[in-house]
């Protein structure tokens, strides 16, 4: 936000004939002036971090909704263990994205494949960051690791977890997401030297760096593990194991529908910026529309779910709905500040049509995923960084 600011030369020769009074009046008047302002900076820089932290609860709460989803995905009996797990991303992942991963993702200068400062969060707060910008990053870091969860939930050993968790948020996730937010990454949009393709990749809120991150580390579990046992007869048609509770998986989505509010126009980082088209359009108003184009992208993937998978199996069904709508929140996440709302309509429905489409391939394939995070984070996470391209 512009600053106040006074010239003591040109205010002088207004109050009057008398050179030395006149200045010093000017001296005291600008010195009031320059105290203002800095008290509208400090405001400002103070509204920011409380709108970045507040993003960041909004994230961190996405992981109660990953919680209850896999929880009512899953048969009774493997309850408690999911639930073990998303404790463990949380819990895990803190420790180490604080003391490797904010460092791999953002520590520049740099290269463009990996940083190498602020190893547990030295130098800051810096000119660049400050601490509630770790926080925002690492809600993102463990958002990436409660989507793997699902796709290999029934079949995982808890050490063999722990350590996927703790590799994930504190290498795996930190340096792809070097290579696509840092000003250094290869493929950053950011990068002044050498942009991927002449642009670089635009993933505003992660459909790549979050979405396809968790979604293809979840395809290469479920395909090391196989599929669990009874999911496919011995002629190898699919066999339906069916969670214990459609309630949970309805709570769960609801939950991240409401956590995506802060994931989405929370990556903006600040809201207090004009912007050059006048006083009534700022980048509040860009946050505002994100959040708009989220919720129709997700809203349009779930009522295609809805009625694709009823005219292809003959009945409605909720868990359709919800992964449906999951569907467009990730796709959208990319492009959920540069599309038009009409666009991202677009971007929900043809989200859906991914979703159904890698669903029909994994039965085929015989991949057994009991949230279908793979493809539906995985797929419609590409889909999303692709959609952000079209014009």
Known sequence: MASLSCSVEELAPLLGPNTTTAAAAADYICGQ??????????????????????????VFAMQLGFAMLCA?????????????????????????????????????????????????????????????????????????AGITSGSIAERTKFVAYLIYSSFL??????????????????????NKKNLLFGS?????????????????????????EGPRIGRFDHEGRAVALRGHSASLVVLGTFLL??????????????????????????QWSAVGRTAVTTTLAGCT?????????????????????????????????????VVDP????????????????????AEKVKYDDPLEAAQLHGGCGAWGVISSTIR
């Open 301 to 337: 993937a779930a009522l295609t779910t809805l009625f694709v998978k009823r005219i292809l199996s003959g009945h409605w069904n909720v868990l359709d709905v919800c992964n449906g709508l999951l569907a467009g929140f990730a796709a959208i996440t990319s492009g959920c500040s």
């Open 257 to 282: 529908w409401f956590g995506w509010y802060g994931f989405n126009p929370g990556s903006f980082f600040t809201i207090l910026n004009p912007y050059k088209s006048g006083y009534y359009y700022g």
């Open 342 to 361: 009409w666009a991202a309509l677009i971007c929900g429905f043809v989200a859906a049509l991914v979703l159904i489409g890698c669903n029909k391939l």
């Open 72 to 144: 009512g995905s899953v048969r009774a009996k493997n309850t408690m263990n999911i639930m073990l797990t998303n404790v463990l991303d949380a819990a895990a992942g803190g420790i180490f994205y604080y003391l490797f991963g904010f460092a791999f993702a953002f520590g520049g200068p740099s290269n463009g494949f990996i940083g190498h400062h602020y190893f547990g969060m030295k130098e800051i707060p810096s000119p660049d960051f400050d601490y509630s910008m770790f926080l925002y990053q690492w809600a993102f870091a463990i958002a990436a």
């Open 200 to 224: 670089g990749v635009i993933d505003f809120a992660g459909s790549g760096v979050v979405h396809m991150v968790g979604g293809i580390a979840g395809l290469y579990g479920a395909l090391i």
């Open 169 to 190: 948020t504190g290498f795996v996730y930190p340096v792809v997401s070097h290579w696509f937010w840092s000003a250094d990454g290869w493929a950053s949009a950011n």
């Open 33 to 58: 002036f320059s105290a203002v302002s800095n008290k509208f900076a400090d405001a400002t820089h103070a509204i920011d971090s409380t709108y970045l932290l507040f993003s960041a609860y909004l």
